[in-house]
Nanobody
Framework: QVRLVESGGGLVQAGGSLRLSCAAS????????WGWYRQAPGKQRDLVAS????????NYADSVNGRVTISKDDETSTVFLQINNLKPEDTAVYYC?????????????WGQGTQVTVTS
């Protein structure tokens, strides 16, 4: 089992920056891909960024490309999302997800989410 805890959200003015963290515990070795999603009120949950273990190749949504960076620290099993030049439309709950394979099946574990609110 994998457990995820996000942190780093908050209230920030437009143009500011935030660094979100997602700390993992449990069967870390079974994780092969990490992702950050966000969900604004009344909208679906959308991918923001993802990164694959091994090649560490990042993938970004077009809506945030150039303003976000996903990274990870393998020693602490933590994944980060740096968001720069924040805009009011970035306001959402941000979720971390860990995808992997264990016990003969694929899994996707989600964190509890962290609120990001951007004021104009």
């Amino acid at each position: 089992q994998v457990r995820l805890v996000e942190s780093g959200g908050g209230l920030v003015q437009a143009g500011g920056s935030l660094r979100l963290s997602c700390a993992a515990s449990g069967i870390i070795f079974s994780i092969n891909k990490w992702g950050w999603y966000r969900q604004a009120p009344g909208k679906q949950r959308d991918l923001v960024a993802s990164i694959t273990n091994g090649d560490d190749r990042p993938n970004y949504a077009d809506s945030v490309n150039g303003r976000v960076t996903i990274s990870k620290d393998d020693e602490t099993s933590t994944v980060f999302l740096q968001i720069n030049n924040l805009k009011p439309e970035d306001t959402a709950v941000y979720y971390c997800v860990a995808r992997g394979y264990n016990d003969s099946r694929n899994f996707a574990t989600w964190g509890q989410g962290t609120q990001v609110t951007v004021t104009s």
